[in-house]
């Protein structure tokens, strides 16, 4: 009997898919008569969306206060970039993912003493705590409630030459590229035996424990690093918009992630990326409705608590459902 | 002013400490938490705002508060939180948090997001003198007219059938079913029960803080914090975490502005390093 | 030989009842030892400070001469000692091979390793762990069924599985035949009797057929203390046990 991975029976195609996907998204985006910018800012939140999915698809920890780790690489690496302390975007980057995936390391410590509602609960205080750090006794770092403006774009430079990624394009290519190497880190990891300990916690923690497995001890590690993945997609997020801003911080931040991911499907990795596309890009589109416009976000809200109701799989969840039950009958 | 920091901290705190009884009510019978708490809190202050600058009578804007956030609460039950009795803890607070959403954004549709602001009503303006100093004479009300509260929800749930069943179903929730007392009309008084009271602390709080959609927000995270540190499934850890809470925030505020609501969540991770059951909680409720 | 299990005077009180009464055991290694008593006569909450998921009172549990009163649940399995629930507790949405594969993980990788990047192929073992365990409890043929899709009885003996790919020296079995039919019993029996070889068993059981057709010694509890202990013979005619049991035993 040949073991692969637990609870996925994809191959590789998955991520030249996704690869094939990033090449094309923007002249996808350009066809539908939406920007590359747009198409960015949706990977951006899909980098973010894959350490949630980690966490929550995958071992069942619903966190509220993903936007601490979200807000804590971002204003560092933009802090780094504008006061020059670091000139190469992606030491900047690295900086503010390890200390996002520090402070993950701390809260995680806190928060996973309790589980369940608890644990949501106390993410959404620490959550909020970090956003009061950043609003007051911070100010002076964090620019307060204005932020922190003139982040530059992404540049390597290379001794002789540099490397600039200013332009839309070139932007979505830097940002692009990471995501790639953050989905198949990703994949790795639930692919793994570490990733199918995981999964048990998410099925059933008392018996994961009483098999032999450390349980708090593996959820510390997958909290700390889906704390980096929002480090980094905080850091992006900088560079992308050339402005840092505190609403980085904020519970709505951390509520829209969970939304993106339930919407798109928890537990399928590419489920935040297409729950990211929806919201995105609905909200954009329904603000050009007139008659609309001022509600988009009750839509929305009204959608996602009907796919909680009745279609708990999100939109790739229930694809990926419907494609196991015509592989069995077919 | 330390003394008047003192008693905003009172004030706060028992405005926490009624959002905080709606909210572990809920849980504790329940075992729903409500993430679309602070979204009453915030529809009570809305209605009550409404009918106050109507009909000039606050008293009158109170009692719809309460009346119409207890109706929302009904509303709600029965149309969607009570599927959701048997699905699992992270479901609950998912779909709470998108009924906090759905609340918020009506709300807001409705009335714009501009901030409204609420006179304080005709009997509780000016200020009143305290030893030395002096102070709003509405927040001092405040306190009285939770302790009111207090005390009528103290008579039902110590003196009422319902209160029993309430508070026997928080030891036990599997006794209260095994009775056969009617657990679907008890769920649905008991929801509604709670979220009523949190209607009630927005329309009271609604002259010191403004009323605007979002406001329920902050009185969320907070409630929770006031829940931790008091304990869980607790009244009396409730209203003693709600005056803390209030304390914390205010007295900090006094000495060191910027850290005023920070300090609310330091407290609240000291309390789960050191005696993670809150201070009145009983040990191994989870 | 020594004991491969020894508790001495093991007690748990819940605030004033006393639910464990110093009961002390010795189980020789290769035997099957029964664990009988009524309802509330406190099997379950001895087997739970086996197994470490509460802590005792006061007493001590000894595995393989080591002190492991303290230990959790956990390191309890990593020690060598597996567990089956008389509520069946398995990974519902995973496949049956799955399911067995997660302890396998453990008995194998240890109870943490941080191999984000690697690949089951890796694992020292695994692979024949799963297939016989796989194999042992007759699931070969449902390995890539999910566990929720299972009959009752498969359920059962995938529950069995998942303790034995822990590689216990000690499987406790918690109520193995518990809501089964008789052919299923039987089957189970007949599993337990091929696990004997290779792993000492305690078992707790109300079903008395099942008890006297397996066990080398068999211990009776009543309110939390041992009225009896001994061969199967002994019990049968011990007067006390009789009274115990209304009704009596056959």
Redesign the interface.
């Known amino acids: 009997?040949?073991?692969?991975?637990?609870?996925d029976r994809s191959g590789l195609w998955v991520e030249g898919a996704v690869a094939l996907f990033l090449v094309l998204f923007p002249s996808i985006f350009a066809a539908i008569g939406a920007g590359t910018d747009l198409a960015t800012r949706i990977l951006i939140l899909g980098l973010f969306g894959l350490g949630v999915d980690l966490i929550?698809g995958f071992t069942?920890l619903?966190s509220?206060g993903q936007a601490a780790f979200f807000g804590s690489g971002g204003f560092i690496t933009a802090y780094l970039l504008i006061h020059n302390i670091v000139t190469n975007s992606l030491a900047a980057l690295a900086i503010g993912t390890i200390a996002a995936a520090i402070f993950g390391a701390v809260i995680g410590a806190?928060?996973l003493?309790?589980?369940?509602?608890?644990f949501?609960?106390?993410t959404?205080?620490?959550g909020?705590?970090f956003y009061?750090?950043d609003i007051?006794?911070l100010?002076n770092f964090t620019g307060s409630e204005n932020g922190l403006p003139g982040v530059p774009k992404p540049t390597i430079p290379l001794g002789a030459t540099t490397l600039d990624f200013s332009s839309s394009i070139g932007t979505y290519v830097f940002v692009a590229a990471l995501y790639f190497i953050g989905f198949v880190v990703a994949r790795?990891?639930v692919?793994?035996?570490?990733?199918?300990?995981l999964?048990?916690i998410l099925?059933?923690p008392?018996?994961?424990?009483?098999?032999?497995?450390?349980?708090p001890?593996?959820k510390l590690?997958v909290f700390t690093?889906a704390a980096a993945y929002g480090g980094l997609a905080g850091g992006l997020l900088g560079m992308f918009q050339g402005y840092m801003p505190p609403e980085a911080f904020s519970?709505d931040q951390s509520?829209e992630i969970?939304?993106m991911t339930?919407i798109g499907g928890s537990g399928t990795l590419i489920g935040p990326l297409v729950g990211a596309g929806v919201w995105i890009y609905l909200r954009q589109e329904l603000q050009n409705i007139d008659a609309i416009a001022?509600?988009w976000?009750?839509i929305?809200?009204?959608v996602?608590?009907l796919l909680?109701?009745g279609f708990?799989r999100g939109i790739v969840g229930g694809i990926m459902a419907l494609a196991r039950r015509w592989r069995r009958e077919g | 002013m330390i003394e008047a920091q003192l008693l905003n901290g009172v004030a706060l705190g028992s405005i926490l400490a009624l959002v905080a009884l709606g909210l572990t009510i809920i849980f504790g019978l329940l075992g729903l938490v409500n993430f679309a708490h602070g979204a009453f809190f915030m529809v009570g202050a809305y209605a009550g705002w409404i009918v106050y600058t109507q009909t000039g009578s606050f008293v009158l804007g109170v009692a719809t508060a309460l009346v119409f956030a207890f109706i929302v609460g009904i509303v709600v039950e029965r149309v969607l939180i009570r599927f959701y009795y048997k699905r699992p803890p992270e479901d609950q607070i998912l779909v709470t948090f998108g009924l906090n959403i759905v609340l918020v954004e009506t709300v807001r549709a409705i009335f714009g997001g501009k901030t409204q602001l609420v006179p304080s009503p005709s009997w509780g303006q000016g200020a009143v003198q305290i030893a030395d100093f002096v102070y709003p004479q509405y927040r001092l009300e405040v306190v009285g007219i939770v302790a009111l509260t207090l005390a009528v929800m103290w008579l039902i749930l110590f003196k009422t059938r319902l209160g029993l069943i309430v508070r026997a179903g928080i030891d036990d929730a599997l006794i209260v079913n095994i009775l056969g007392i009617n657990v679907n009309r008890t769920f649905m008084l008991v929801f509604a029960l709670g979220v009523a009271v949190a209607g009630l602390s927005g329309i009271i709080d609604a002259p010191i803080v403004a009323v605007y959609p979002d406001m329920g927000t902050d009185i969320l995270v907070q409630s929770f914090v006031v829940v931790v540190i008091g304990g869980v499934g607790s009244f009396a850890g409730a209203i003693l975490g709600g005056i803390v809470a209030g304390e914390i925030v205010s007295v900090t505020t006094a000495f060191a502005p910027d850290y005023g609501q920070v300090m609310l969540y330091v407290a609240m991770a000291l309390v789960l390093i050191l005696r993670p059951q809150g201070l009145l909680g009983v040990e191994g409720r989870a | 030989m020594s004991a491969i299990l020894e508790t001495r005077d093991l007690t748990k009180a819940f605030g004033g009842l006393v639910a464990v009464d110093k009961v002390s055991l010795t189980v020789e290694p290769g035997t099957i030892t029964a664990l009988i008593g009524p309802n509330g006569a406190g099997k379950t909450t001895f087997f739970k400070m086996l197994s470490g998921e509460i802590p005792p009172t006061s007493g001590e549990i000894y595995f393989k001469e080591k002190d492991i009163t303290r230990y959790d649940a956990t390191r309890t399995a990593q020690l060598g000692i597996g567990k089956s629930y008389q509520i069946t507790q398995i990974f519902p949405s995973l496949t049956v091979a799955e399911n067995v594969m997660i302890p396998a993980l453990a008995a194998r990788r240890g109870e943490f390793k941080l191999d984000i990047f690697g690949s089951m192929g890796r694992v020292d073992g695994l692979e024949p762990l799963v297939e016989r365990t796989i194999a042992a409890v007759g699931l070969a043929d449902r390995a890539q069924f999910r566990a929720q899709d299972l009959a009752y009885g498969e359920k059962r003996r995938l529950e069995i599985g998942i303790a034995l790919a822990t590689e216990p020296e000690l499987l406790l079995l918690d109520e193995p035949a518990a809501g089964m039919s008789p052919s299923e019993t039987a089957e189970t029996v007949a599993l337990i009797k091929e696990l004997r070889s290779t792993v000492t068993i305690v078992i707790v059981e109300h079903d008395m057929d099942v008890v006297f057709g397996l066990a080398d010694r068999i211990m009776v509890l009543q309110d939390g203390a041992t009225i009896a202990l001994g061969a199967p013979e002994e019990i049968r005619a011990n007067q006390r046990v009789r009274e115990a049991y209304l009704g009596g035993l056959d």
Not at chain 1, 1 to 7: A, D, E, N, R
């Open positions: 009997m040949k073991l692969g991975p637990v609870g929550f069942g619903l509220f806190l928060a003493r309790q589980v369940g509602v608890y949501a609960m106390l959404l205080a620490f909020q705590l009061f750090l007051s006794p100010r790795r990891i692919r793994s035996p570490f990733g199918a300990v999964r048990a099925e059933n008392q018996r994961a424990a009483a098999v032999g497995h450390r349980v001890r593996y590690v690093i519970i509520g969970i939304v339930v001022g509600i976000k009750l929305l809200g009204l996602f608590i909680i109701t708990r």
